[in-house]
């Protein structure tokens, strides 16, 4: 979960490895949009109101997927997007990882506040 901060107008959640995917809020301004690439392809959008947006994804080892969801404030949470089939190799390194971002394209700096990340 995180709280928008700055003007840096992308927060993202990924799997990273060769391919990737990963679940992201546009927020520069308003409105907010939730989008969902996967490896490289723009797959889905859609328009949040929310000031709190919840990203979640959901990896299995055993089917080798990766499913994206989100969730504006505290509602129900809704999928987004396709889901990443996972390759296991060392092509980049061992394993898939999860990353964390706050991407800036027009001003150095700005910052999110991710209040937690959980792993099951």
């Given amino acids: 979960m995180y709280r928008i901060l700055s003007l840096a107008p992308y927060r993202r959640l990924a799997v990273c490895q060769d391919p990737y995917a990963y679940i992201r809020v546009k927020a520069a301004k308003t409105p907010k949009y939730v989008m969902m690439v996967n490896n490289g392809h ?11 947006v919840y990203l979640r994804t959901i990896t299995s080892n055993t089917s080798g997927r990766a499913k994206f969801a989100y969730s504006p ?16 190799s060392l092509k980049i390194f061992t ?5 964390l971002c706050n991407y800036a394209t027009r001003e150095v700096g700005g910052y999110v506040d991710f209040d937690w990340f959980r792993v099951k």
């Fill in 73 to 88: 404030g505290w509602k129900a949470v809704s999928s987004l997007g396709n889901q990443l089939q996972m390759k296991f």
């Fill in 95 to 99: 394993g898939n990882k999860f990353c």
């Fill in 42 to 52: 723009f797959v889905h959008s859609i328009k949040v109101a929310a000031s709190i």
